[in-house]
C-alpha cells in the first residue's frame, strides 16, 4: 500500500489520505487528514473504503499534518560524517537533529527551484520514519514499535545558507526542498536495521549507495531521545540522515543545476523523483502552496 495526500480541484474538503495504486492511475481515499492521524493503524488495518479517483483528477501532496514536526538527523552514516564535520573527529553520543518546516515539503515529480544567492542544490537521499503513536518517555523498543510507515526522502540543501551560521534550518527549509515518497506501511517494509538499500542518481548516475542498517543512531534511540524532552504526535516525522557522496564534498564540489534530475532508490519504498529548476519558478507557486497548507489546518 502507498499512501499519499490528495487535494481534489473545486472541492471543499480539504487535504485527503488515498491509497495510491500501483500502476499510478488511480487513488482511492481513506479519510480526511485529520481522521487519518487519529487512528492511522486502524485505517491502515482496513481496506480503503472511499471514492475511487483517477489520479490525474487531483493533486498529490504529502499526506503530512500542517502542524506536524519534522525532525531531522545530521550526520548519520559514519563515511558521511567523515567527508563534512566530524573528519578526524570522535563523533558525539547523541545526534544532531535539526528541525523542517511542513511547508518546505513535496512531492514525486516536482519541480525543486534553487534559491538566487544559491550556486545550485545539494542531495541528500535518506529515509523517513513516520510516528503512529503518541510517545512520551519512550523506551527505544517502543518508539520504534510506534512508526506506522517509512518514505524515501531527498533533503535538498542549500548549502550557502546553510553555511552562514552554525544552525542549519534556513539551509534546510527551501522552497519545495524536501521532496518525500508515499509512506509505505511498517508491517510492509520492516526494520531499518535489516539493511535496505539506499541509493542517489543525479541525471541517472549513481551518486549515493549504502545500506540503512550502517545508520549511527536508530530510528528508536532517536525518537526515544526526542520524546524525553517534548511529547510526539501520530504524524511527526523523523528524517534519518544521508549516507556519504553529496555533492559539496566532491573534488570539484558538484551541485544540482535546473534541468538536472534527481532520484533516491530505497529497498521496498520505491523510487522518488524530482527536476532542478531556477529561481524564477518558485515564487507565486509556494507562497499559493504554503497558504493551501495554512488552509488545511482544520481539514
Known amino acids: ?11 471543499d474538503s480539504g487535504v485527503e489520505v488515498a491509497s495510491l495504486a500501483e500502476e ?17 493503524a486502524g485505517h491502515l488495518s482496513r481496506p480503503p473504503a472511499g471514492p475511487v479517483l483517477a489520479a490525474n483528477s487531483v493533486e498529490l501532496v504529502p499526506p503530512v499534518r500542517p502542524d506536524a514536526r519534522v525532525f531531522c538527523i545530521g550526520l548519520n552514516y559514519m563515511q558521511h560524517a567523515a567527508e563534512g564535520s566530524f573528519r578526524d573527529q570522535e563523533l558525539p553520543p547523541y545526534p544532531t537533529l535539526f528541525a523542517r518546516w511542513t511547508q518546505s ?41 510506534s512508526v506506522i510507515g517509512y518514505s524515501t526522502f531527498n533533503d535538498l540543501t542549500s548549502r550557502k545558507a546553510q553555511k552562514l551560521t552554525s544552525q542549519w534550518i534556513l539551509g534546510k527549509n527551501g522552497d519545495r526542498s524536501g521532496p518525500i515518497g508515499p509512506m509505505i506501511p511498517a508491517a510492509e517494509v520492516g526494520d531499518l536495521s535489516q539493511g535496505l ?11 549515493q549507495d549504502a545500506h ?7 530510528v528508536g534511540d532517536t525518537l526515544s531521545l526526542i520524546s524525553h524532552t517534548l511529547s510526539l504526535r501520530p504524524g511527526d ?63
Open 197 to 207: 538499500r539506499l541509493r542517489t542518481r543525479v541525471n541517472g548516475v549513481t551518486v
Open 105 to 145: 515539503l513535496t512531492v514525486d515529480g516536482a519541480e525543486v527551484p534553487v534559491p538566487s544567492n544559491e550556486e545550485g542544490l545539494d542531495w541528500e537521499g535518506e529515509v523517513v520514519a513516520w510516528v503512529g503513536t503518541p510517545l512520551v518517555d519512550a523506551t527505544p523498543e517502543e518508539a520504534l514499535e
Open 1 to 11: 500500500m502507498r499512501i499519499v495526500g490528495v487535494e481534489r480541484p473545486h472541492a
Open 237 to 299: 516525522i523523523l528524517a534519518t540522515g544521508t549516507p556519504a557522496g553529496v555533492g559539496y564534498a566532491r573534488k570539484p564540489p558538484q551541485l544540482l543545476q535546473p534541468g538536472d534530475t534527481v532520484e533516491v532508490e530505497v529497498d521496498r519504498l520505491g523510487v522518488l523523483r524530482n527536476t532542478v529548476v531556477g529561481n524564477e519558478r518558485r515564487s507565486a507557486d509556494d507562497v499559493s502552496s504554503e497558504r493551501r497548507s495554512f488552509d488545511g489546518i482544520g481539514a
Open 24 to 40: 499510478g492511475d488511480v487513488v482511492t481515499v481513506i479519510a480526511s487528514l485529520a481522521d487519518f492521524w487519529a487512528d492511522p
Open 212 to 218: 540503512t542498517d550502517q545508520m549511527i543512531y536508530t
